[in-house]
T-cell receptor, first 113, second 114 residues
Framework: DTAVSQTPKYLVTQMGNDKSIKCEQN?????MYWYKQDSKKFLKIMFS???????INETVPNRFSPKSPDKAHLNLHINSLELGDSAVYFC????????????FGPGTRLTVL | GDSVTQMEGPVTLSEEAFLTINCTYT??????LFWYVQYPGEGLQLLLK?????DKGSNKGFEATYRKETTSFHLEKGSVQVSDSAVYFC?????????????FGTGTLLAVQP
């Protein structure tokens, strides 16, 4: 059984388009995250939700809007895509926040042309 | 602010060689420390963790000890295999500015040759 799943795995789109990435976890965790990994493999937190409530927003452009319909799902919608948005986006979850182990999804590779 | 510094890669070793990847951190409070591994084309997997000073995390022959006095969490393995080739990330979480997130180092690419 997949613990943290993301769809799609690959996303290729034109500048200016709007796209969404979906994430689901079946671990019963309370906290979910979105990370961005750039071409040099550097990982940075974007958002964190605890029980559907936003608790971290790391100065991400407001073109990025996370939505958590329930605590098992955290989706990421991106408006007006730019070339610099090309990256791998990882969803993760943990039982609580803080020092708990985070479990990562397989990633979504977004390419903006 | 809180941060993690790990050695630059790539690290290239022959099979059965000894591995050390250095990691040091800056944090307020008492964070938990982690090593994650990313195999090609995959997401991150937890390799090991330690939650307090002098704890040793271990898994799959890898070890790291939480050293508060040197603010370090170096990853070691006595005999690497080709299958260990991956990117290794040191991270901290759960204290100071990282109460609800992980702060990652830049990652170290390990390439093991047969």
């Amino acid at each position: 059984d997949t613990a943290v799943s993301q769809t799609p795995k690959y996303l290729v789109t034109q500048m200016g388009n709007d796209k969404s990435i979906k994430c689901e976890q079946n671990l019963g965790h309370d906290t979910m995250y979105w990370y961005k990994q750039d071409s040099k493999k550097f990982l940075k937190i974007m958002f964190s939700y605890n029980n559907k409530e936003l608790i971290i927003n790391e100065t991400v452009p407001n073109r990025f809007s996370p939505k958590s319909p329930d605590k098992a799902h955290l989706n990421l919608h991106i408006n007006s895509l730019e070339l610099g948005d090309s990256a791998v986006y990882f969803c993760a979850s943990s039982l609580r926040g803080g020092g708990d182990t985070q479990y990562f999804g397989p990633g979504t590779r977004l390419t903006v042309l | 602010g809180d941060s993690v510094t790990q050695m630059e890669g790539p690290v290239t070793l022959s099979e059965e060689a000894f591995l050390t990847i250095n990691c040091t951190y800056t944090a307020t409070g008492y964070p938990s420390l982690f090593w994650y591994v990313q195999y090609p084309g995959e997401g991150l997997q937890l390799l090991l963790k330690a939650t307090k000073a002098d704890d040793k995390g271990s898994n799959k022959g890898f070890e790291a000890t939480y050293r508060k006095e040197t603010t370090s969490f170096h990853l070691e393995k006595g005999s690497v295999q080709v299958s260990d080739s991956a990117v290794y990330f040191c991270a901290l979480g759960g204290a100071g500015g990282a109460t609800n997130k992980l702060i990652f180092g830049t990652g170290t690419l390990l390439a093991v040759q047969p």
